[in-house]
Every structure is written in C-alpha cells, then in structure tokens.
C-alpha cells in the first residue's frame, strides 16, 4: 500500500477494521483517461453511494495526500474539572472547536466541493475525519466527538422516504447548497448532481430538465442569485439561460409567506437535447415554451418603465419613443433582480416581464396584501417570442392588467 496516498491507505486501513470486503474509491475505480468510462460510472454513481454501506469522507484533508486520521483530532478531548468555592458541583471545561464536520458554519474541506455533496448526501452511513475531531452521519444520528448529538438537521440528506409534500423545497435547499460549492471544471455542473437527481427520479418518476423537476417547474424556475456574491456565466454552454445550471454562483429560491397562490402561466412544451447517455448530465440545448402574461419594459439609468399601451396603471413619469409611450414604475410595484447584476447595464433597454405567480401574502401588521406575484425578468434572443432569461422579478401583480396572455419560448 505504499505507493497509495495517504487518505487511500486511511481508507484501507478504516475498511479492514470494519471487516468489510470492497472499497470504492472513484479516482481508482474510474479509468482517468477514458471518457466513456467517465460518463458510464457518472450515471451509475448515485447507486454506488445510496446502496453502500458506509461512506468515508477525509474531511480534514485539502486532497488525496493529507490522510483521514490527523494528527489534531485527539486535542479536542483535552479538558480540565474544577469547581469554586461557591459551586455546588464539578464544572469541566474544554476548547471550543469551531471546525466541526456536518457544519454549515464552519465547512471542511469536502463541504466545498461539488462533488462531495452526494457522497454525504446518498449513503446511510457517512463517517467523516475532519481536522480536530470525528463526525456520524445517518438517517437518525448527527454526531461529533465534542459536541455529541446534532440532531439530524442535514437539509441536502436524501430522506429514505421521499415526502412528495415537501420534494420542491427538500430541492431546493439541495440545490442551493450545492451551487456554494465548488468545481474544478465547469462542465460537471449537471454531471456532478445527477446521481442524485437519479436516485430521487427512481422514486418520483418526473421529467428533469436541465436541474428542474417537471413537476415543480413553476418553482424552480423562479430562483434568483445573492446580489453580495459573485456569478459568472461559464466560458461555453452549459445549461439553458432559464436553468440555475447557466451560472457559475450561489443561487437561492423564492421563499414566500403566500397563504393563496395561483399560477399565472401554462407549460407548453419543452426538450432538453442531453449529450451522451446520461439523461441527468450534460446538455448541448433546452427550450421551454409558456403562455403568460407579458409586459414590455423599459430599462434605462436604473429605472424600470412600463409600457402604456398595455398598463392600467396612472403615469406619473411619462417617456414617449418612436413608437410607445413608457411610464415610469414606483420601486414597489416592481422589483427586478438581474442573474448578474454586473451585466444590468449591456442589455438592450428592451426588455420583458413574464408573470409566473400571484397571490395573497401574509402582512407582518396583519391582515394580508393582495396581488403581488413573481415573474422572470427577459431579453429578446433574436427571434419571434424568444427569449433569454437574465433575472427575476417580484411585482404588483396589477402591472399586467391589460397584457395579453403570450406564447413564448425561452432558451
């Protein structure tokens, strides 16, 4: 074993200990040079991981030569008891330690990495050796050697049993998790989370297109990225504009307080052209047609303008074209988030509004307010009714009345 890295012999030496026959190690069980034996065992992978019997995360280590069993992990047991004069009992005292594996707060070096996410998320069993102490991980028990029970509050754990009542927001956060994460190459964004999109898809049995289930498409699409934080677009293709795959950044997804929701728009159609045999990795191109209410915009020194023509709302600011007049939008009556803020000022100053949702939102002050609604903020791609996504909208739902109800395709 001595031609192994260390992590690999710590593997070894963990697996005989436990009495178990194989170890799977991707980076040895995967031929590197072969494209097709990539791609065959990336369709495979989150069989491997859901169905074996303990997953062995070397939390603590940068990369193959830093070893699961570091040298700091026993610190965490030093401690000292004493009790005051005015203490009716022993108090024991021992270093607080921040690097503690399963945390959100305070990830290791395989909470980074996108890979990662589902060789924590799909086994029953994950035991990780992070830089100063032990982690457990199963369907019932998080735990660590200093802080004990964690309770079981791992948001992207792949439940056993898959609550069809809450798959859209178990998604999300798994998404979400997933896009703080980091890659080496770009083009693994799908690729790196279809093992477990596909161990959810032999349980839902739903449509995936490009990161989004069929079923829950009108949620899932409505994600917006962290103005804070930087996003790019990948240097080739990579997924649909409309797809959180686009991007490379942390994205999030609507959370509302809505009491009463309805769906503005209707599915059409869609295909995703996928590459290779992997229905749940790479794809060279989607579409996705809806009916919706449409509103033209006006986008120009930060301000947003609606067209007249098709809004019955009272101007206060008006701006005529050539053809059009424009009135100006109070700040609360619509809220547009561009995917990335950066590229706000090189679109075209027309721009669209696609009404997705609307409904009655809880009021902190009580009682509720009505109308407001969610849409997808649109650039014209070129053709007749095609569009690229560049954000998200949040609105007073009253800014599409008058606005015909439009078939469009989005790319």
């Not at 074996?52 to 995360?57: D, R």
């Amino acid at each position: 074993m001595t031609i192994l890295p260390a992590t690999f012999r710590d593997a070894v030496i963990v697996t005989r200990a436990l009495r178990i026959r194989y170890l799977w190690i991707d980076s040895l069980c995967v031929m590197q040079d072969s494209e097709d034996d990539w791609k065959w065992h990336c369709a495979i992978m989150g069989a491997i991981y859901a169905r074996s019997f303990l997953s062995i995360s070397a939390a603590g280590s940068a990369d193959s030569t830093g070893g699961c069993f570091i040298k700091n992990s026993s610190s965490v047991s030093l401690s000292c008891v004493f009790r005051p004069t005015d203490s009716p009992a022993d108090i024991h005292v021992t270093e607080f330690v921040e690097e503690v594996p399963f945390s959100h707060d305070h990830p290791g070096y395989t909470d980074t990495r996108a890979w990662c996410l589902q060789e924590t998320a799909l086994p029953i069993r994950v035991v990780a050796y992070g830089t100063k102490m032990m982690g457990w991980l199963c369907d019932t028990k998080r735990i660590s050697q200093q802080r004990g029970d964690m309770g079981t509050a791992v948001g992207f754990r792949l439940e056993r049993a898959w609550d069809e009542r809450f798959r859209q927001l178990r998604w999300a956060f798994i998404v979400s998790n997933y896009t703080e994460r980091h890659l080496t190459y770009e083009k693994d964004k799908l690729v790196a989370l279809s093992g477990l999109a596909g161990e959810i898809q032999a349980v839902t049995k739903d449509d995936y297109l490009a990161g989004i289930w069929r079923t829950n498409l009108v949620d899932g699409l409505l994600w917006t990225t962290y103005p804070e934080s930087k996003v790019t677009r990948p240097a080739q293709y990579r997924a649909p504009s409309w797809s959180w795959a686009s991007l490379n950044g942390p994205i999030k997804f609507k959370v509302t307080t809505s009491v009463q929701e309805s769906i503005a728009v209707t599915v059409l159609d869609w295909h995703i052209d996928n590459i290779g045999g992997n229905l749940l990795g790479e794809v060279s191109g989607g579409i996705l047609k809806l009916a919706g209410p449409v509103a033209k915009l006006e986008f120009s020194e930060g301000v947003f303008r609606l067209s007249q023509t098709i809004f019955g709302y009272q101007p206060d600011d008006l701006k005529t074209t050539d053809s059009e007049t424009f009135t100006t939008l109070p700040q609360e009556a619509l809220r547009c988030d561009f995917d990335i803020p950066e590229e706000k000022h090189g679109h075209s100053t027309q721009l669209w509004c696609l009404g997705m949702t609307r409904g009655q939102h809880s009021n902190p002050f009580g009682g509720r307010i009505s109308g407001e609604g969610w849409g997808l903020l649109l650039a014209s791609a070129g053709g007749s009714n095609v569009y690229l996504r560049v954000g998200a909208a949040r609105m007073d739902f009253s800014v599409f009345l008058g606005c015909p109800m439009q078939s469009i395709t989005l790319i």
